[in-house]
C-alpha cells in the first residue's frame, strides 16, 4: 500500500519530489501558499524568485526522470559559454566545455508549471493558496490556512519541506532539540533588470553574458523571444547609495556604457524592482526520525554565483529516489541515509558557490584565470577522464559536489606545477642565455 | 523625557537592563512567561535553567552597578581552584588564580530573585505570565499573551528581546532581511543531578569538582548548605545506552565509583531529570535599526565550559550602560555600536567555551597541562601586567574577551618558547658534558 506522502512548496523541487512518489504509487498531496501559476497570465509574481534559472546536467537528469527534460529544452536557451563584456564595450567569449555542453537558460516560472503538470499527471493532487500554518511533527500533521481563517489539518505519512530559503516547515524542525542551523548573507544584494527583445535582437544570443566589474558585476540571460533577463550584483550600501534617477542612469554611464544602451529605460526598471539580498542556508540533519524530510532550498539554500540552486534542488529528488528504490521505501533508512549522502555535498556547493563571486566578477577578466582555464581544458582534451575542470564536473556530470571538488584540487596541483615548471625552465633558459652572453664577452676580451 | 522600554525575559540579563534603564530614569516594563520565582515555593521549574552559575569578575562587577553585587556574594560559595577527583578516588587541588581570586558559585533561580529585585526597586514593572507572541519591529510593539487567549499590545519605544537560547523575539528579528543566525549542538548533552547536604559535608567546599574522564565528565559545584549541584556531560548517543536504573549504576562504579557514594539515588536521580543538548547561538547584527535588540543568550548562547554565559550576558548589561551614557542615550548610535562592540567578543569567548571542554574533560588530568598552567602562573608573578594567564583574563578581569585571547596568545607563545630553550639548553647541556668527556677520555689516552 502506498504512503501518504504531503509536500509543502509547489516549486521545482517540490512538484518533482511529488511526481517521484507519485510514480512509485504513493498517495501525495502538494500544497502551495501561492496561487496557480498556469491561471495568472504571464510574468513573474511578488512572491516568485525572479534570477532566470541556469539549468545544468544535474537538474536535467533529474527532470528527465520524472519525463521534464525535453520540455526544459523546449522553453530554453543553450548557452555554450560567457561573453564577457569589457569597460570599453569589446567583448570576449569564453566557451564553457569542449564537448557541446551548454548551460539551459529557463525562466523560473516556465519551469514550474512544468513540473507542476508533471506532478498532476503522476496522480498527485496539487493544492493551491493553501499556508502551512503549523506542523506537527510525530503525527506527523500540517495545519493550512485555506483562505481567510480557515484551517485544515492534513494528516500523513511524511511531510516534506521544499518551501524554500525561508521554509515554514524547517522553523517548525527548528523547534525541537539537536537542529543545527545557519543563515548568513553576503554583502552583496541584487537588482532585476531586463533588456527588451528589440534591444536584445544583436547580442549573441547562446550565451550567459557577464560585465565583471571586480567588485559587483551585471548578468543577463537569454530568453527564447530575444529578450535578456539581467541581473547587477552590487553591494547592499553601494545600492543605497544609489537614490534617484540621474544616479542611476551616472552608474550605468560610468560602468556599463554598452548595457545602458541596451536598457534606455533602466532608471524606471531599477525603481520599480526590490533589492533583495542573497543568503546561504545550512542545515543538519535534513529529517526528523521518519516523519519530516527537507529538500531545496529549505535544507541549503545557496548563492547564484555557480548556477547550481536549482541543479541541487532537483539533484536531490533524484537521490531521493534512488534511496527509495534502494530501500524498499523504508523510509527511517531512506531519510537517514538521504542526510549523510547530501549534506557534505550541499556544504561543497556551498562554499563554490561563494568563490565564485569573486571569480565571475574578476577572474573571468583576469588574463592568468583565463590561461589556468585554457590549460585545464587542455589537459581535458590530452586526458579527458583524468583531467576534468571543475567548472565542468559541477556543470556537466552528475558526480557528486564533493568528489568533483577533491578531483578538481589534484588536477589544479597538476597545473599549478605545469605553472611553476614553466617558470622554472624560463629562469634556466634566461640563466643560460645570460652565461652564453657571458662567455662571449669573455671571450672577446680576451681576443682583444 | 524617559523612553518607554519593553524588556521581554525577566532573567539575569533582562532584569539587569531594566534596572539599568530605570536609573537613568526610563519607562521600563518586563515580560516573563514564567510565574513570578518569589513566589513559588523553592526548586527549580520544568522552565528553568538548571546548571549551577560561576560568577566571575564580569558578572559581579555589572551586578555592583545595579546594586545587587553584594546581595550575590552572600547567596554564593566562592571556589578558589579545581578539586580534580581521579579514577582511583585520590583528588588534587589546583588553584584557580593567586590572589585571592575566585569564582561564585550561585543557584540560578537565587541569582534570578535578586535582580528581579533590583529591576522593581529601580522603578520596572515586571509583568509575569505574559508570554511574547509577536513582535512588530517597526513601530515596535510586542503582543503578549496573558493567561487562555487574552492578547495585549503593547508599544514601546525600543524591545529588548533578553528571552534566552530559544527566544521569540530573535525568532520575529530572523524573518526581516539581512539578519545572521545559527544554532549549532555538540555531541555533548548533561544530566543535572544532586549531592545532599550530610553526603557532601567531607568534600571540599570551595572548590569546583571535576572528575575529567577525557570523553566526558562529572562536575559538582557548591551550595551554601554544603550540597553540591552536579552535572554530567556525557554525549548524546552514550546517554541513549544508558536505559535502566542497573545501567546508571553501572557506569557510576566503573567512572564515578566515590560520587556514587555521594549520591546514593543516582539512578533514581538519573531518570527523573531531563537530558538537554548544548548549544551556540550566534547572531548578527544584535539590533535592528534603533527599535530591537538583543542581549544575553537571545544573542549569543555559548556553551558552560567556561562558565561565562552568564557573565557574558551581564557584561552586555554594563557594555549597553556604557553606551547609553556616552551616547546620551541616543539608541540608534548606541545599538549600532553595541553590535559592534560585543559580536566579536561574544564570538571569542563562544570558541573558547566550545574549546574549554576538552580541557576540563582531559587536560586538566594531564601533566603536561598542568605545568604550563604553573609556569603560566609563574610568570604571571614574575611580570603581574605582563603575563597573565587566560584563564585569569577571562575570568578575573573585565578585559574584553578578544584581547584577553590575543594577548594570551603572546603569553602562550612565550611559555612555548621557554619550553623549547629549556629543551635546548639541556641538549646543549648534554652536548657540552659529552664533549666534555671526549675531551677528558682523549687526555687521558694522550697521557697514557
Not at 526590490?274 to 539554500?301: E, N, Q, R
Not at 563554490?352 to 565571475?360: E, G, K, T, V
Request: aromatic share 8%.
Amino acid at each position: 500500500m502506498g504512503k501518504k506522502v504531503l509536500i509543502v512548496g509547489g516549486g521545482p523541487a517540490g512538484c518533482a519530489a511529488g511526481a517521484t512518489f507519485g510514480m512509485r504509487g504513493d498517495d501525495v498531496t502538494i500544497v502551495d501558499m501561492r496561487e496557480d501559476l498556469r491561471i495568472r497570465n504571464g510574468g513573474p509574481g511578488p512572491e516568485q524568485r525572479s534570477i532566470n534559472l541556469a539549468l545544468s546536467t544535474r537538474g536535467l537528469t533529474a527532470l528527465d526522470a520524472i519525463g521534464c527534460g525535453d520540455g526544459a529544452r523546449e522553453l530554453g536557451v543553450p548557452m555554450h559559454g560567457r561573453e564577457v563584456h569589457a569597460l570599453d564595450g569589446s567583448t570576449q567569449f569564453q566557451q564553457y566545455g569542449q564537448f557541446g555542453q551548454y548551460l539551459l537558460s529557463v525562466p523560473r516560472s516556465a519551469l514550474n508549471e512544468l513540473v507542476i503538470d508533471a506532478a498532476e499527471k503522476n496522480g498527485c493532487q496539487v493544492l493551491f493558496g493553501h499556508k502551512c500554518r503549523d506542523l506537527s511533527l510525530d503525527e506527523p500533521s500540517v495545519t493550512v490556512e485555506v483562505g481567510q481563517g480557515t484551517e485544515r489539518k492534513l494528516q500523513a505519512d511524511l511531510v516534506i519541506g521544499a518551501d524554500g530559503a525561508f521554509s515554514r516547515v524547517r522553523a517548525m524542525m527548528m523547534r525541537k532539540e539537536w537542529f543545527n542551523y545557519s543563515q548568513d548573507y553576503i554583502p552583496a544584494a541584487y537588482k532585476e533588470l531586463s533588456i527588451s527583445a528589440e534591444n536584445g535582437k544583436d547580442m549573441r544570443l547562446e550565451a550567459l553574458h557577464i560585465w565583471p566589474r571586480h567588485q559587483f558585476m551585471l548578468i543577463a540571460l537569454p530568453n527564447l523571444d530575444r529578450s535578456f533577463t539581467c541581473t547587477l550584483f552590487l553591494d547592499r550600501d553601494q545600492f543605497d547609495k544609489i537614490t534617484t534617477p540621474a544616479q542611476v542612469r551616472e552608474f550605468f554611464q560610468k560602468w556599463f556604457p554598452d548595457a545602458l544602451e541596451l536598457m534606455p529605460d533602466v532608471d524606471v526598471q531599477f525603481f520599480n524592482n526590490p533589492t533583495p539580498g542573497l543568503v546561504t542556508v545550512k542545515t543538519y540533519p535534513y529529517h526528523y526520525s521518519d516523519k519530516a524530510l527537507l529538500i531545496g532550498d529549505a535544507a541549503h539554500a545557496i548563492v547564484p554565483f555557480y548556477g547550481q540552486g536549482c541543479n541541487l534542488a532537483l539533484e536531490d529528488v533524484r537521490i531521493l529516489s534512488d534511496l527509495l528504490e534502494e530501500h524498499g521505501g523504508i523510509l527511517s533508512s531512506v531519510l537517514r541515509e538521504f542526510t549523510e549522502k547530501r549534506k557534505q555535498n550541499a556544504d561543497t556547493i556551498a562554499k563554490l558557490a561563494l568563490d565564485n563571486y569573486s571569480d565571475m566578477a574578476s577572474r573571468t577578466a583576469s588574463a592568468y584565470f583565463q590561461m589556468r582555464k585554457k590549460i585545464g581544458l587542455a589537459l581535458n582534451r590530452i586526458a579527458p577522464k583524468t583531467f576534468v575542470p571543475l567548472y565542468t564536473m559541477i556543470s556537466f556530470s552528475n558526480v557528486p559536489y564533493s568528489e568533483a571538488e577533491q578531483s578538481a584540487q589534484r588536477t589544479e596541483r597538476a597545473i599549478t606545477s605545469l605553472f611553476s615548471t614553466a617558470a622554472v625552465l624560463s629562469v634556466l633558459a634566461a640563466g643560460t642565455a645570460a652565461t652564453v652572453a657571458a662567455v662571449k664577452t669573455y671571450q672577446k676580451s680576451t681576443r682583444s
